[in-house]
């Protein structure tokens, strides 16, 4: 029931039954204006099966970048007898701001008219979609009103831009037979001087070592070159509910999301071969694949995670390791392990070279905590337990950069994985 | 602009009669009283809570049965309901137009709404106008029958539509 219907039927109510107590006629009288103004709304009230109205939504693009706005159109058609009032209300869904228009509009249309209802939107990252737009129509006073869902679908995704870090050769433990820019530490086709080994059959003569074979009368040698392949990568992201640590308007998993964006875009760029696991609500993950198409599919379901899975319920520990191949590389992205100690071993079994990239949560949300005695010394006590369970994790041959967000992460990666000495498999 | 003038026109009327009502019968405290809810919905536009003209309605209602039980002008505390009735109206109109950017869409919907409330408030002043002068005496038992079937039918009707 409407506020105005409300409003109306109560004053009749009212006024009637006050006349009727004190048998006052004049009383009746004063109810019969809205008596008649109730009347008139009742006549001119829209039927629902004489409304046809259809909508169109149509979206500025596909896919956003998250700075620019988005321009929202709904255009309105109506093909049955004439609406009017007709308030159509577009959903503001989480996470979305309103840059320019309204959600709302109030028009009337005859037989044959169309009304557009339009607005533009920003949002920082995420999947948008609309199946309906809810329009409302009433009789001249907005005294009964009828509430129609009319189908209107579509979506956009709204991937934030990647901030690419400097290129630099990654040192992986193994890499994959295939050419690409890391040196493998076998001789072979690459352009870095490897070793001098004897002429066989078959080497091209541009690489003979002709000094050495000069100093050797009747054997010839041959420069060898050291191979460049590529490397196999498994990237796991923590998107639980205990990786959302929240600072004032800035969300932790936004740093870590950020991270796995351009970290996946170096690792891409450089001819790897990567996939991914999110491990959160759904567990959505990407299989292996090389490329911008790679990069995009991994973009595509960054831009949807959301804080969801409870850590109680998913564990790091459950994370299919079998997705990954045996000796590839994985960096895991994960504010907080403490009850997932049980994945780092499997790492070490299966062959695997890890490597955690943990943010730091206390050092993000300090600011949050008390400055009295008591706060500064549970911020003590939580930094000296990160740094025993962290201890703990590099026991296990796992490296660990311990990253606070708002420091550069691609310097703490180079040193990272630059350091690891190879081993061939 | 046609929007605003008509509702100021009413409130004034709506007031002033209310006023005048209480100043024939020689009520003065009342009369002041009368220009209250009109003072407080001169600035609906800025108190956006939905229930001010709701609240003003009822108290213009309630000031006018006052009258009516202290003897003033039948006439005029109709007029009052009447008018009171057209502004509160007027004022609902102004909220939900908020949303009207298109301005010609604006300029049907008024004249839309205008028609009917001037239908709807002639009508039923011509009905109340001809129920004071006209004098029928029925039986209590008999009021009371046909005020229940009124809610009744009104009821079926109402519920017909929003079901639908």
Redesign the interface.
Same mark, same amino acid.
């Not at chain 1, 004190?22 to 004063?30: I, P």
């Not at chain 1, 019969?32 to 009742?42: A, E, K």
């Not at chain 1, 709302?104 to 009337?108: D, E, I, S, T, W």
């Given at each position: #029931?409407s506020?105005? @219907?409300f409003?109306v039927g /109560? %004053?009749i109510?009212?006024?009637?039954f006050?006349a009727?107590i !004190?048998?006052? *006629?004049? +009383? /009746? +009288? #004063?109810a019969? =204006? $809205?008596?008649?103004? #109730? *009347? @008139?709304? %009742?006549l *001119? !009230?829209p039927? =629902?099966?004489k409304i046809e109205l259809t909508a169109e939504r149509s979206l500025e693009t596909r896919r956003s970048n998250g700075v620019s706005s988005v321009e929202v159109r709904v255009t309105v058609r109506n093909a049955g007898a004439e609406v *009017? =009032?007709l308030?159509l209300s577009d959903s503001l869904q989480p996470a979305m701001t309103v840059t320019e228009g !309204?959600l709302?509009?109030? /028009?009337?249309l005859e037989t044959g008219e169309e009304?557009v209802l339009k607005y533009a939107f920003t949002a920082a990252r995420g999947g948008f979609q609309w199946q309906t737009l809810h329009a409302v129509t009433s009789?001249? $006073?907005?005294l $009964?009103e !009828?509430g129609i869902e009319l189908p209107a679908a579509a979506e956009i995704l709204v991937q934030p831009m990647v901030k690419k870090f400097r290129p630099f050769t990654l040192r992986p433990e193994s890499t994959l037979h295939s050419p690409g820019l890391i040196p493998a530490r076998i001789g072979g086709s690459g352009t870095d001087f490897w070793g001098v080994r004897e002429y066989h059959p078959g080497d091209p003569l541009r690489r003979l070592d002709w000094r050495r074979t000069a100093r050797h009368p009747r054997r010839i040698f041959t420069k060898e070159l050291e191979q460049e392949e590529i490397t196999d990568i498994g990237m796991i992201l923590d998107a639980r509910q205990t990786a959302e640590f929240l600072c004032g308007d800035e969300s932790l998993l936004e740093y870590v999301l950020d991270a796995a964006m351009s970290l996946a875009e170096m690792f891409l760029r450089g001819g790897n071969r990567l996939s991914l696991l999110v491990v959160g609500e759904g567990m959505p993950m990407v299989y292996p694949g090389y490329g911008k198409a790679q990069l995009q599919r991994i973009l595509r379901v960054l831009a949807k995670v959301r804080p969801g899975a409870n850590s109680s319920r998913v564990s790091l520990s459950h994370a299919p390791l079998h997705l990954f191949a045996s000796r590839a590389l994985i960096v895991i992205i994960s504010p907080q392990t403490t009850y997932d100690s049980a994945i780092f071993p499997r790492f070490w079994t299966h062959g695997n070279q890890a490597l955690l990239i943990s943010p730091d949560p206390i050092d993000f949300t300090q600011s949050e905590f008390a400055r009295d005695r008591a706060g500064r010394l549970a911020v003590r006590v939580a930094r000296l337990e990160r740094r025993v369970e962290l201890d703990d994790i590099v026991r296990h041959g796992i490296r660990v950069i311990d990253w606070q967000v708002h420091r550069q992460l691609s310097p703490l990666v180079r040193n990272a994985l630059r350091a690891s000495r190879g081993r061939r498999p | 602009m046609l929007r605003r003038s008509l509702f100021l026109f009413s409130l004034t009327v709506s007031a002033a009669g209310l006023a005048a009502g209480f100043v024939i019968i020689g009520n003065w405290p009342e009369a002041g009283i009368a220009f209250l809810p009109g003072l407080a919905m001169l600035f609906h536009r800025r108190i956006s809570s939905p229930w001010l003209p709701s609240s003003f309605l009822f108290s213009m209602i309630l000031l006018a049965s006052v009258g009516v039980f202290l003897e003033a002008p039948a006439i005029l505390m109709i007029l009052v309901s009447v008018f009171a009735l057209a502004a509160w109206d007027l004022a609902n109109l102004d909220r939900s137009m908020k949303d009207c950017e298109n301005s010609q869409a604006a300029r049907r919907l008024e004249r839309k709404n205008g028609r009917a409330l001037a239908l709807a408030l002639g009508l039923g002043l011509a009905l109340a106008a001809g129920g004071l002068a006209l004098s029928l005496r029925m039986p209590f038992v008999v009021v009371f029958a046909l005020v229940i079937v009124d809610f009744f039918c009104l009821d079926r009707v109402a519920r017909y539509l929003t079901k639908g």
């Open positions: #029931m506020r105005k @219907i409003t /109560a %004053i109510v009212c006024l009637f006050t009727l !004190s048998r006052n *006629g004049t +009383l /009746a +009288l #004063m019969l =204006p $809205f008596l008649t103004y #109730m *009347g @008139i709304g %009742i *001119g !009230s039927r =629902p099966e *009017g =009032p308030f !309204s709302r509009q109030l /028009a009337v009304t009789d001249q $006073f907005g $009964f !009828s | -």
